[in-house]
């Protein structure tokens, strides 16, 4: 299994920046594709940012220019780097990770993290 864990959210005025960062451990073959999800209540999940093992990225069109992921493939981390933050990016940041298990390649499964606040300010 893979167990996530999230950190660096918090309040922050609008204009300003925070990081994210989450580390995976546990026992699995590899994880193919890491990234960041949000979510406002009442609204569906989305993709803000996802980074592959071979180094793709992409981003939700909203962030682009102001985000930034970054994975470190060794040690199993990705980060996201949150620049000229606006009150619309308050939500719930969640890791995810894309990850085979021992004995079941090539098939992969999404794990999540328990999610992260990020609150900004008007």
């Known amino acids: 299994q893979v167990q996530l864990v999230e950190s660096g959210g918090g309040l922050v005025h609008a204009g300003g920046s925070l990081r994210l960062s989450c580390a995976a451990s546990?026992?699995?073959?590899?994880?193919?594709?890491m990234g960041w999800y949000r979510q406002v209540l009442g609204k569906e999940r989305e993709l803000v940012a996802a980074?592959?093992?071979?180094?793709?990225?992409n981003y939700v069109d909203s962030v682009k220019g102001r985000f930034t992921i970054s994975r470190d493939n060794a040690g199993n981390t990705v980060s996201l780097q949150m620049n000229s933050l606006k009150p619309e990016d308050t939500a719930v940041y969640y890791c995810?990770?894309?990850?085979?298990?021992?004995?079941?390649?090539?098939?992969?499964?999404?794990?999540w993290g328990k999610g992260t606040l990020v609150t900004v300010s008007s």
């Open positions: 980074a592959t093992s071979g180094g793709s990225t």
């Open positions: 546990g026992s699995f073959f590899r994880i193919n594709a």
């Open positions: 995810n990770a894309e990850a085979v298990l021992h004995g079941t390649y090539p098939y992969a499964m999404d794990y």
